[in-house]
Every structure is written in structure tokens, then in C-alpha cells.
């Protein structure tokens, strides 16, 4: 069996594709170039894409081998030739410049990626590499080239790469709030405390509050998207990277411990409602949802934390729980919010407790003869004046049409009275204000005795307002005589 040893042989029967070209044409445009004062040839070339066209075509194809022919699926040389517009084209004259500039600054060999395509159409990624032959420097007349078919790999790479731009474009544009940390060395201390034999670590927690502090500390924030800077009203990822410390503040100590309570029981995801503070200061409550990432359960170096903003929710829901204990015109607590004190009055220890029972003089004659603007306007006075006069622990509420009650725990009869005569002073300044239309009240007080149920206390306080309450009208029925 005879040894194929020939040059020839070896060529045509290489496993990869390979073609001899002749550059003298493409030599003798660069030289006129050169002639012509051009420096920067990819800018040369970019600026006119007919000059790259044309040193494109002042290649000579002398010889290909079986596998080029067979790559780009020709049944012979003198059909790939004769289709070579076909196999060059499109995004093949962009790499081409790249090969040019090579050969413009001298070099024996060149290099690149580039686009092809089959006979019949199909796609090729082509890593080229080139070598003028020995003999041909001058000249560039011979050029040994390779095409290797990198399809594969390239698909693969533009596969990866258009994946990891979905997955960050989700990211930095998803509508929430979305932080990836680095808790890993939040692990190693919950594993040193662990290796201390603690069992319990709430109680550790409610002894050791300064290891909460510590942990704190050692987040590392490695990005956030854009909605946590709309969120925060933050200027640029920079800066509220350096002001983590005005994010995480007051309240949010209390809800990361128990984010370590659910780390150190092993629950990797979990949620739970937080505050957090925007840098100009404003509250912000968050639905905070956490998770270790997958391949990161061991050392958690990569956490994501989403924050959804519930802040609208959370006032809509203070201001339902308002509602149900207030009175929205005078701004007092309602008859319910009152039963209930009365109730846990009772069930306290605390005496003696004081109430005031006061009615709003006048109120249906000035809705008779004024309207219901004139009558609503004494009940938010009147709201004004026990608003300014009442605070916690006590408590005012409207606890009927005109009728009003304060409850005074821990009030004894001396203080009940005094507060009574604060209420008819701030009474005397707001008739300064609104001379058109009196402000007046009939007022009754009473103080418990030693076993006296709460409930008899009002009752106590609500006769002597009756009674004030009919001295009240009998003057203006007597005024109304004179008159």
C-alpha cells in the first residue's frame, strides 16, 4: 500500500478546511492607500463599505481541499469559486476589515471570526486564521488560510449571552425592589454561636442584642436594580450603597432578628412585613421576601431580597383601624373605641377613675336655624377644644349626637375639677375666635369610690350633667322671658 507523504496529498486530505489564496491584489490596494496619506485603515474602510468590497474581491481563490469543498457543501472547485458571493456576504465584509488592518500594519498572519454561508444557505461561524506563504511576503501572492467551523461553540456563546441579558434585564427592570447580598459571613457567626452549644436562640437574641447589631454590619449589598432606587429615592446605586445605615434603621433591628431566628432554624425562604426609610427620611413599609439563591445554600454568598412597597396599603389599613375608633367630624374616639374602655377600665386594678360627661349646648337650635354647616361647625369646635385638653392615658369620645365623655384613670376629684376648668378656659378662647356663634357645654363629673363599678361612675357623672344641663335651659328660658 503506497504512503501518501506528498504535499498535495497532505492538503487535500486535511480534516479541516483550507484554502490558498492570492492577496497581490488586495497588496496593491493597501499600497495605493498608503499613497493616498490614508492612517487609520479601519476608518478608512468603515467610512466606505465599497472599499471593503473591493478588496474583497481582488482575492484570488488558487486551490481549495476536500473538506473546505465539503463545508460549504460544493460538489467541486470550480462551483465554490463560481459561488463565492454566495459564501462571503453580509456580516463577512465587517470581520474582513479586521483582516486588513492586519495585514496594513505587516503582519505574516492574521486572524479572525467571521460569517459564511453554505451553497445552500446555511449559517456558518468560521474562526479563520491565515499564513502568508514563505516566499509570498512581498507579494502576499500566497496565502495559506483555515476556516474552522465554530457553529457550536459560537450558538452556545450567543445562547449564554442572550440568557444572562434576559436575566439581568429582569432584574434591573423588574418593578420591584430587588437587593443580591452576600450573607455568608452572617453564617459563619450563626455557626460559631452554634458551636457554643446554644440551643435557644431567641433567648441568646433577647440577652445578646448587640449580636443582631453585628450581623447587621456584615451584609455585604452587591447590586440593586432600578425600582430600589425609585423606591428609596436614591440618586445612583452609589449612594445608597454609602447610606445603607439611613435604609436600615429604628424598627428594622426587631424584623432582622427575626430573619436571623427564621436563617438560624434553617429556613432559607421566608417573608415578613418590615419598615425601612427612604434617604429623604420617609417611612417605607415593605413586604420583604428572601432567599438563598440555588448553589449558594451552603455559604449563602448570594441572597436575593425582594421588597414589594405596601406603604399605601398600610396607611389605607391605619386609617380603616382610625375609622373604626374615631369620630371623623370632631376627630374624638367613637362610642365603640369608649364601651371597650369602659370594659378594660373595669378590668383593671387602677383607682380611683374620674369621668366627665359633657352635652354640646344648642346644637339642634343652631341646626333648626342656622343648618347643619352651623351645627357641625360647633361639633369640630368642640372636637378642637377636648383634643387640646385631653392626652393619653385619658380619653375623650363622642359617645352620641351632642354628647361627649372623658375617662380620667388614676383621676382623683381635685384633678378631675381642675381639668374641668382647663375645658371652660379653652371654651372662654374659642368663643374669641367664632363671636357669631357661641360654643357651650353642660358638664358632669364624678369620681369612683372604693368597690364602685365603673359603670355607676358615668352614671354618677351623667346625672350631674342632666342637672347642669337643666339649669343651662331654664337661664335661657328665663333671658328668653326678659327679652
Known amino acids: 500500500m503506497p504512503v501518501l507523504d506528498t504535499a498535495e496529498t497532505t492538503f487535500d486530505l486535511a480534516p479541516i478546511a483550507m484554502w490558498v489564496e492570492d492577496f497581490s491584489g488586495v497588496k496593491a490596494l493597501l499600497d495605493s492607500w498608503k499613497v493616498e496619506g490614508v492612517t487609520d485603515i479601519k476608518a478608512f474602510l468603515r467610512e466606505d463599505p465599497s472599499r471593503v468590497m473591493a478588496s474583497s474581491q481582488a482575492i484570488k481563490v488558487l486551490k481549495v481541499n476536500r473538506a473546505t469543498l465539503e463545508l460549504f457543501e460544493a460538489d467541486d472547485f470550480d462551483q465554490l469559486v463560481g459561488n463565492l458571493g454566495m459564501v462571503f456576504r453580509d456580516e463577512m465584509l465587517e470581520s474582513h476589515v479586521g483582516e486588513l488592518s492586519q495585514l496594513w500594519e ?15 444557505g446555511k449559517r456558518l461561524d468560521i474562526q479563520l486564521r491565515a499564513t502568508v506563504l514563505p516566499g509570498s511576503e512581498e507579494t502576499l501572492e500566497r496565502v495559506l488560510l483555515t476556516t474552522e467551523d465554530v457553529t457550536a461553540r459560537e450558538s452556545a456563546r450567543r445562547q449564554e449571552l442572550a440568557s444572562r441579558q434576559y436575566a439581568e434585564g429582569i432584574f434591573e ?70 447610606r445603607l445605615g439611613d435604609v ?76 373604626g375608633k374615631h369620630d371623623v367630624l370632631t376627630k374624638l374616639h367613637n362610642r365603640a373605641f369608649y364601651m371597650d374602655e369602659l370594659n378594660r377600665l373595669e378590668r383593671k386594678s387602677l383607682r380611683p377613675v374620674s369621668a366627665i360627661l359633657l352635652d354640646l349646648n344648642g346644637l339642634k337650635e343652631a341646626n333648626d336655624t342656622l343648618g347643619h354647616d352651623a351645627g357641625d361647625s360647633l361639633l369640630r369646635r368642640i372636637g378642637e377644644v377636648l383634643n387640646g385638653v385631653v392626652t393619653p392615658p385619658n380619653h375623650c369620645a363622642r359617645i352620641g349626637g351632642d354628647e361627649f365623655a372623658i375617662l380620667l384613670p388614676g383621676y382623683d376629684r381635685p384633678a378631675t375639677l381642675a381639668l374641668i376648668d382647663n375645658i371652660n378656659k379653652l371654651l372662654e378662647i374659642n368663643n374669641k375666635f367664632y363671636s357669631d356663634l357661641t360654643l357651650s357645654v353642660s358638664m358632669g363629673a364624678a369620681t369612683s369610690e372604693p368597690n364602685e363599678k365603673i359603670e355607676d361612675v358615668v352614671k354618677r357623672a351623667d346625672a350631674e350633667m342632666y342637672r347642669e344641663k337643666q339649669r343651662y335651659y331654664e337661664a335661657v328660658e328665663k333671658n328668653r322671658r326678659r327679652a
Open 106 to 120: 505587516g503582519k505574516g498572519q492574521f486572524s479572525g471570526t467571521a460569517i459564511n454561508y453554505t451553497l445552500s
Open 173 to 242: 427592570h423588574s418593578p420591584v425592589s430587588l437587593w443580591v447580598e452576600d450573607f455568608s459571613r452572617i453564617k459563619i457567626l450563626l455557626e460559631e454561636v452554634r458551636a457554643r452549644g446554644i440551643v435557644d436562640f431567641r433567648v441568646f437574641t433577647d440577652v445578646h442584642p448587640e449580636f443582631v447589631r453585628q450581623c447587621m454590619s456584615e451584609i455585604r449589598l452587591i447590586d440593586v436594580n432600578k425600582a430600589t432606587l425609585s423606591l428609596f429615592a436614591a440618586p445612583d446605586k452609589h449612594t445608597i450603597m454609602q
Open 248 to 323: 436600615f434603621r429604628d424598627e428594622m433591628e426587631h424584623h432582622f432578628r427575626e430573619q436571623l431566628i427564621e436563617l438560624w432554624n434553617n429556613n432559607l425562604f421566608h417573608s415578613r412585613e418590615v419598615v425601612n426609610y427612604a434617604l429623604d427620611g420617609s417611612e417605607r413599609h415593605v413586604l420583604l421576601q428572601f432567599s438563598v439563591l440555588p448553589g449558594h445554600e451552603l455559604d449563602w454568598s448570594l441572597v436575593q431580597v425582594a421588597l414589594t412597597d405596601i406603604t399605601a396599603r398600610k396607611k389605607a389599613e391605619a386609617y380603616l383601624e382610625y375609622l
